[in-house]
């Protein structure tokens, strides 16, 4: 039950930050709304952890890694899928970012030695052709000679930059490490790390006192950030990294809905065709194909499978 709440939320949030978003772009740089967005999370998350008396001393080992987490999950991947923005519409980076499912697997494999169960292949290709089917009317207008592929590289890197995080998470959680304590360190570097990048790059930390700019980073950091973080990383603790990455197959669908609520965005057949491509995979990535074939088949006997 706690892993299903928690995956709820955690969809719920990162699948409306698309929309926070959209009111963080325009008179204040990227970065600088990143500073600012980790920063507040950061200050939250030790008050939380100073408040609760939660230990925050770690060896230097475990901070080598906290650096890591920083850099992969709590700022430069963002900067990545920010530029790559540039050169693809949302809907594009979005699909791409979805790749972090496949990406998480491998890695889990690769860092973990974690078998890969013939299902989450089965689960994925048909999450990631629900997305294709979601967005397909941007897909038609790509053009591959067009800096477009520029964007799609991006958008890649920074998703294998964020899979490498939820790698680190893993880590830190098999070596007994608390993922508050863990966030809120990686928070806090990662503010340190993203205001050393602006001053270097010549950036001014400009801020946009309009309510949309100032309610969606409020959003964002607390929301966004904090909460949606401590669920994601506790589902990668429960559930492990191949089923708790899902939950970015279902971002799009959050977002298209909060689009159509609020953006008049209109549902078209290829949409309706992705959403139900997107929850059938999902349900077979979170569900054992002897699970499924029990459901299926009640009175025949079942023999063990993956």
């Known amino acids: 039950m706690r892993s299903t709440i928690l ?24 970065e600088v709304s990143l500073v600012y967005r980790f920063s507040i999370a950061a200050f939250l ?56 499912l496949i990406m ?20 994925a290709a048909l999450g990631l052709a629900g997305i294709v089917a979601l967005f397909w009317q941007d897909i038609r207008t790509f053009d591959l000679s067009s800096t477009a592929m520029l964007g799609l590289g991006l958008s890649l890197a920074g998703t294998m930059v964020a899979s490498f995080g939820n790698m680190t998470s893993v880590r830190n959680s098999k070596n007994n490490v608390g993922v508050l304590q863990g966030n809120a360190w990686g928070m806090l570097y990662s503010a340190f790390f993203l205001a050393i990048y ?20 409020l959003y964002l950091s607390v929301f966004g950030t904090v909460l949606a973080f401590a669920f994601y990383f506790i589902l990668i603790k429960d559930i492990g990294p191949e089923l708790a990455s899902y939950t970015v197959v279902l971002f799009p669908v959050v977002a298209v809905a909060l689009s159509i609520w609020f953006e008049g965005f209109e549902l078209q057949p290829s949409s309706m065709l992705g959403f139900i491509l997107v929850l059938s995979g999902n349900v077979i990535v979170l569900t054992p194909f002897r699970k499924i074939k029990a459901l299926l088949l009640p009175n025949k006997a079942v023999q063990p499978v993956v």
Request: one cysteine or more; a positive charge; hydrophobic letters at 55%.
């Open 45 to 100: 998350m030790w008050g939380y952890c100073l408040w609760r008396k939660l230990p925050l001393k770690f060896s230097a080992k475990d901070h080598r890694f906290f650096v890591v987490l920083a850099v992969c999950n709590f700022g430069f991947n963002y900067l990545l899928l920010y530029w790559a923005q540039a050169y693809l519409t949302s809907a594009m980076t979005s699909i791409a970012f979805s790749m972090l």
């Open 104 to 123: 998480n697997i491998i890695n889990n494999r690769l860092f973990f030695g974690k078998s890969i169960a013939p299902r989450m292949f089965v689960g």
């Open 7 to 30: 995956y709820v939320m955690t969809v719920l949030i990162w699948g409306s930050t698309w929309l926070a978003i959209e009111f963080q772009l325009g008179v204040v740089a990227p």
């Open 198 to 217: 602006v001053v270097l790059n010549g950036g001014s930390f400009t801020f946009d006192f309009a309510a949309p700019y100032v309610l969606s980073l």
